[in-house]
């Protein structure tokens, strides 16, 4: 068994599906980066070094809970490396954040399967993301995929 973890930082667009109620749909994608932190007097700085390299998508479907709180369940396709389809572990959170009319929140989706390299994968990937009143989505995530030899 292989133990695979990657950081990537994924941009893209969230909104309404059409005739849905209470549904969403989002659609992002990450070039190869580089994710680092540094410490300093001012507080920790991330910097993003993108890459050349395939370019990682990002699409899923969102099941908003009454209670502000929702479901997700997609895929995420790494090109040649393959494919993961994840869902929801419990229910993820989002809400106001500190910047007026930014929404900021949290989930975990557990790894369903793959395909390519990554047939079999088991895992979890963590999500903090960012949405802008127009839709703009900015994710953050960090997974650890499991998959056999």
Known sequence: ?????YAMQ?????????GKENELWAKSGSTTNGLSTALGAGG??????EAAGQRASFTSNVQMLEDGSFTEDGTIDFGEA???????????????SAVDGLTHGGISWR????TG??????????SNFT?????EVTD???GVIFVGD
């Open 1 to 5: 068994m292989s133990q695979i973890g």
């Open 10 to 18: 994924f941009k893209g667009s969230a909104g309404p599906k059409e």
């Open 44 to 49: 920790p700085t991330l910097s993003i070094d």
């Open 82 to 96: 393959g494919t993961i389809d994840f869902s929801t572990i419990g229910t993820g959170w989002m809400g106001p």
């Open 111 to 114: 790894i369903d399967g793959g």
């Open 117 to 126: 390299p990554l047939a079999g994968a088991t895992g979890i990937i963590t």
């Open 131 to 135: 949405v802008s009143g127009a839709g």
């Open 140 to 142: 953050n995530q960090w």
